[in-house]
């Protein structure tokens, strides 16, 4: 084999090593400095995997619907993390994802507020509201669903007796309830038995 040919053979395989995305020269993964991570791009402040992003906070502490108490009690439990659960997307049949927020206490992160906020003309209007504790709300499968754990006298937070999980649907004005399940939970010495149910679903 020549020289010429020697160096052309080596031309070809450093053009394959740098068009290869695995084992060539371009396979930068584990070589990425620190410096390099940082200065990566960030999604922007008003996105949130895909979905527009709000101050949830600020929209609470805004909100007119909401009690005085709620707001009062609405501070960071560490530095500023505030005790707040949002969650986006479509329960209201709107285009633009609708977003429920959970307000939490600090202490026990037992939910003291649910919202459903839908937006309307740019704003974002206070369509739903529960201010009894415990509450927590979601969304399934296009519907409202709200758990309210149920306490006895005495009972600790931990070992509630049972629960109510309450489904509601868009009727394209506002909320009806739909469905209403109630749960007994078997009562065990320490509390950690299975939950016995006793559905009463709503007529």
Same mark, same amino acid.
């Given at each position: 084999?020549?020289?010429? &040919?020697?160096?052309?053979?080596?031309?070809?395989?450093?053009?394959?090593?740098?068009?290869?995305?695995?084992? $060539?020269?371009?396979? !930068?993964?584990?070589?990425?400095?620190? /410096?390099? #991570?940082?200065? /990566?791009? @960030?999604?922007?402040?008003?996105? @949130?995997?895909?979905?527009?992003?709000?101050?949830?906070? /600020?929209?609470?502490?805004?909100?007119?619907? #909401?009690?005085?108490?709620?707001?009062?009690?609405?501070?960071?439990?560490?530095?500023?993390? =505030?005790? #707040?659960?949002? %969650?986006?997307?479509?329960?209201?049949?709107? @285009?633009? !994802?609708?977003?429920?927020?959970?307000?939490?206490?600090?202490?026990?992160?037992?939910?003291?507020?649910? =919202?459903?906020?839908? +937006?309307?003309?740019?704003?974002?209007?206070?369509?739903?509201?529960? !201010?009894?504790?415990? #509450? =927590?709300?979601?969304?399934?499968?296009?519907?409202?669903?709200? %758990?309210?754990?149920?306490? $006895?006298? +005495?009972?600790?937070?931990? =070992?509630?007796?049972? !629960?109510?999980?309450? &489904?509601?649907?868009?009727?394209?004005?506002?909320?009806?309830?739909?469905?209403?399940?109630?749960?007994?939970?078997?009562?065990?010495?320490?509390?950690?038995?299975?939950?016995?149910? /006793?559905?009463?679903?709503?007529?």
């Amino acid at each position: 084999m020549s020289a010429g &040919t020697v160096v052309l053979a080596g031309s070809v395989l450093f053009m394959v090593a740098c068009s290869s995305g695995g084992a $060539g020269l371009k396979d !930068e993964g584990p070589a990425r400095s620190e /410096a390099a #991570v940082k200065a /990566a791009p @960030t999604p922007g402040p008003t996105r @949130t995997g895909g979905f527009r992003r709000v101050d949830a906070v /600020a929209l609470v502490k805004a909100d007119p619907k #909401v009690s005085s108490e709620v707001k009062r009690d609405l501070k960071p439990c560490v530095g500023k993390e =505030y005790p #707040v659960d949002v %969650t986006y997307g479509k329960v209201t049949g709107n @285009t633009v !994802e609708d977003v429920i927020v959970n307000v939490l206490s600090c202490a026990d992160a037992v939910g003291v507020g649910s =919202y459903v906020y839908r +937006s309307n003309g740019g704003r974002y209007e206070n369509v739903f509201a529960d !201010e009894q504790p415990p #509450v =927590y709300a979601e969304i399934d499968r296009g519907d409202l669903v709200l %758990t309210k754990p149920v306490y $006895g006298k +005495s009972e600790a937070l931990a =070992y509630p007796s049972g !629960e109510d999980v309450i &489904t509601y649907r868009w009727n394209g004005d506002r909320f009806n309830e739909l469905d209403r399940v109630h749960t007994e939970y078997s009562n065990t010495a320490d509390g950690g038995g299975q939950p016995a149910p /006793a559905v009463t679903p709503k007529n």
